[in-house]
């Protein structure tokens, strides 16, 4: 397993961070059984979020650090301040309460890099940067990120910061997949675009890819003429995009992998530091992404599979 450093956080974060929005109650034995899989091959970081499963995704992942005695062992990435039915909720007192409860169920007195799931954009950066140092001064959170911002948003926050003498964002969490979005899946989400990677590399500033692998789109369960799945055909149904999954399997033949392995490795062999969040809930969905996230691309690799070039 390979990790990457998070400004903040003093822990070492696996490149491999493991979904779960699928961790319910009743089916806590196979989460726990799923993380206890992916801690076997070196993973070390957690994805999960204030309005995942209703908030039984931290509830049972505090319950696992508890029984396992795990917690010092763990990166926990959850993320507030989602929108509700009324609109957007990115201010002081919603991050409060979303923070106070994520805790809670967590059962610790910190988290290791806290992200707001959505923006409001009619807030200003450098408010949004006053409320968040509240919470790394109290020690409740040690490193501040987003999901679902744009880079100018963050380059404007982490402005303010610079300027204020205060701690700014240290990472962000939109999607980046080899499958380009045709629009957000979710209202509100952002994809990584070319303008955004280039901030990035720059900057080099970590990005953890939700979506890494494009839901699938990759297995080869998909075709142009297989159309049962709405949300896929909607997002990832494109010419470019069927074109971009032929070069992941032909590169996929020429190094003896999956074409599912190629889209993971796109992400993680992008020019600034990335990890990639994966949902496998199999010992062979792990399996294939451990391995995969070991596969080296060349940057021309990485042109030819986005399109850019039309040799390898």
């Known amino acids: 397993m390979e990790y990457i450093h998070i400004q903040g956080s003093p822990k070492p974060v696996s490149r491999l961070m493991k979904g779960s929005d699928y961790f319910f109650h009743h089916s806590y034995d196979k989460a726990a059984a799923n993380l206890d899989a992916f801690l076997a ?49 990115v201010n002081k007192e919603a991050i409060r309460a979303d923070l106070s409860a994520s805790l809670e169920r967590l059962q610790t ?3 290791d890099l806290y992200a707001l799931h959505r923006d409001d954009p009619s807030v200003p950066a450098g408010e949004v940067i006053e409320i ?23 380059q404007e ?8 003498g205060l701690v700014g964002f240290t990472f962000s969490s939109p999607n980046l997949s080899l499958a380009k979005a045709n629009e957000p899946f979710w209202s509100g989400c952002v994809s990584a675009d070319a303008e955004t990677c280039a901030w990035h590399e720059e900057r080099q500033f970590p990005l953890l890819s939700w979506s890494s692998q494009a839901r699938g ?19 990832f149904y ?40 994966i949902g496998a809930q199999t010992a062979e969905e792990l399996q294939s992404c451990d ?22």
């Not at 409740?140 to 911002?149: C, F, K, L, T």
């Not at 590169?251 to 530091?273: C, D, H, T």
């Open 238 to 277: 494109s010419d470019d995009n069927w074109e971009r999954f032929e070069r992941a399997k032909q590169l996929a033949a020429k190094k003896n992998v999956s074409a599912i392995q190629i889209a993971l490795a796109y992400v993680l062999n992008q020019p600034f530091p990335t990890c990639a969040l």
């Open 41 to 89: 091959i070196g993973g070390n970081s957690i994805d999960t979020a204030h309005i995942y499963c209703g908030g039984q995704s931290e509830e049972v992942i505090g319950r696992y650090m508890q029984e396992r005695g795990n917690r010092e062992q763990i990166v926990i990435l959850t993320k507030g301040a989602h929108h509700d039915q009324n609109g957007p909720r």
């Open 109 to 111: 007195d910190y988290v």
């Open 157 to 164: 926050a982490n402005e303010y910061a610079e300027a204020n």
């Open 217 to 235: 789109f990759f297995t080869g369960r998909f075709s142009p003429e297989i159309r049962d799945n709405a949300d896929l055909v909607r997002v």
């Open 291 to 312: 391995a995969g996230s070991l596969i080296q691309l060349t940057k021309e690799e990485l042109e030819w599979l986005d399109l850019a070039t039309q040799k390898v």
């Open 132 to 154: 968040l140092n509240e919470h790394v001064k109290s020690g409740a959170v040690r490193a501040i990120g987003v999901s679902n911002w744009t880079w100018q948003r963050i």
